[in-house]
């Protein structure tokens, strides 16, 4: 029989393998010393304060208990902006598994630190993210906050070459919050030059979603000139929203197009029959090009994509009743869609069309452009009262005697647009992404 002190010392011989476990685990998640930062990963220093070294290591013991239900979910990543989506991401998004890993006060530095731990052991479908704002305030120049987006970015590609990133831009502010205009707009530079040509990012311009007519924050949407209030939230979800149903996490079903009596459907909500790819006149190519100047597609013969569900070049794509013109890795790419017939009567053409932020775009009748954009942000017409951002919008264009009367949502684009006798409609693609849905036709004659 064992006296009371072998029984203490064999409760102490288990107890200790499990408070060195705890110990370990604490650890793991604990925010790094000073001493252990020149070994991490990235540039710049750590952003440290009492509130981020104690959120660091609680919120990530946290996500590391939850991680078998996160896995497979579209993680965002990010600082405070991020975490404040707090637990109504499934609500925003619904239908689509989400996680969130954003920590107030987080730098890029940080989040390349914890990447591996927090993101990428969950095995995420896609990643959201939104960085660098916080590297502005403690000083940081905007080249260290791209070098670590650039670290972010290779370690996403070592892990799955093939996994959807979605980078947002970094969001207006002001100089009193320390993060002067100048500041941000050159980081988002940077980063656009980092992810162009880029085909694993979307790039997202939520820095024009929230900026005021001054290049600062539009108080309209935050509710401390960089913190979001409830409409900033709603309309970051709405901006996000077109670019995760093109890969495939919302709007999974496809949407039946009505067509009224007399009309006939250009686009059969299946596959790009009956549209393709014409010829383009040669362009004259610029002495000095520069980096991020528009590509302007050249098309030597007609490809038209009968039965098929993308263009060649993967540019247009039939989604679950949508065209849509996919954001261009390029920055802007130039190009148009059209159908393969023309037609010579008179008609009204009736289509819905949904635009990511700043997105540019237009609507070919016969041959002239009408400009079909993001039109609050991108213009030209600006003053639209109907106008929905992020959402479908009516576009109705009536042709009569070589005249066209263009209207989006009942308000007039043009009254008297002038157009061929004759002539095939097309879809412009040009920077951010569009769609276009329930195209119809009705001739007149």
């Known amino acids: 029989m064992k006296t009371s002190a072998g029984v203490l010392g064999a409760f102490f011989s288990l107890l200790v393998p499990i408070l ?50 996160d896995r497979n979910a579209v993680v965002f990543l990010g600082d405070s902006i991020t975490q404040g989506w707090g ?26 630190v914890r990447l591996q731990e927090d993101v990428l052991s969950l095995e995420p479908e896609a990643v959201v993210l939104l960085m660098g704002t916080n590297d502005l305030e403690i000083g940081l120049e905007p080249a260290v906050a ?30 009193e919050k320390q993060r002067p205009k100048e500041k941000v707009q050159e980081l988002n530079r940077l980063y656009a030059d980092l992810v162009r040509g880029d085909a694993q990012v979307t790039l997202l311009d939520t820095w024009t979603l929230f900026a005021g007519e001054d290049g600062e924050a539009d108080p309209r949407w935050f509710k401390d000139l960089l913190h979001l209030n409830p409409a900033g939230y709603d309309r970051w979800a709405a901006a996000l929203r077109p670019v995760l149903a093109t890969l495939g996490f919302l709007e999974t079903e496809r949407v039946e197009s009505v067509v009224e009596e007399g009309y006939v459907s250009l686009f059969n909500g299946k596959d790009l029959t009956g549209w393709g790819f014409r010829p383009t006149q040669p362009r004259k190519a610029p002495k000095n090009p520069k980096p991020d100047a528009p590509v302007f597609v050249e098309i030597a013969e007609a490809e038209f994509f009968d039965g098929k569900t993308e263009s060649s070049d993967g540019r247009y794509a039939a989604i679950n009743g949508r065209i849509v013109v996919k954001t261009p890795a390029e920055g802007r790419r130039i190009q148009q869609l059209w159908t393969r017939e023309e037609f010579g009567d008179d008609f009204i053409l009736k289509l819905e069309f949904r635009a990511t932020p700043n997105a540019d775009s237009g609507v070919f009748i016969r041959q002239p452009q009408l400009q079909c954009r993001d039109f609050p942000l991108a213009g030209p017409y600006k003053d639209l009262k109907n106008y929905k951002p992020q959402d479908w919008n009516e576009l109705v264009v009536e042709v009569r005697g070589g005249k066209a009367r263009a209207t989006c949502n009942g308000e007039v684009l043009e009254e008297a647009m002038e157009v061929p006798a004759t002539g095939p409609i097309g879809l412009e693609g040009d920077r951010g992404q569009m769609e276009y849905r329930h195209i119809r036709l009705k001739k007149l004659n």
């Open 87 to 112: 637990t109504s991401l499934p609500k925003r998004f619904a239908g689509m598994k989400s996680a969130n890993r954003g920590i107030g006060g987080d730098t890029t530095r940080g989040m390349l």
């Open 146 to 175: 791209a070098e670590n987006l650039k670290g972010i970015l290779a370690a996403i590609k070592k892990h799955d070459p093939a996994v959807p990133v979605v980078l947002c831009q970094v969001f207006p502010s002001s100089p």
């Open 20 to 69: 060195h476990a705890q110990e370990g685990k604490a650890d793991r998640f604990a925010f790094p010393s000073v001493e252990d930062e020149a070994s991490l990963p990235g540039v710049g220093p750590l952003r440290r304060y009492e509130g981020l070294m104690k959120r660091w290591p609680e919120m990530r013991a946290k996500w590391a208990a939850e991680a078998d239900q």
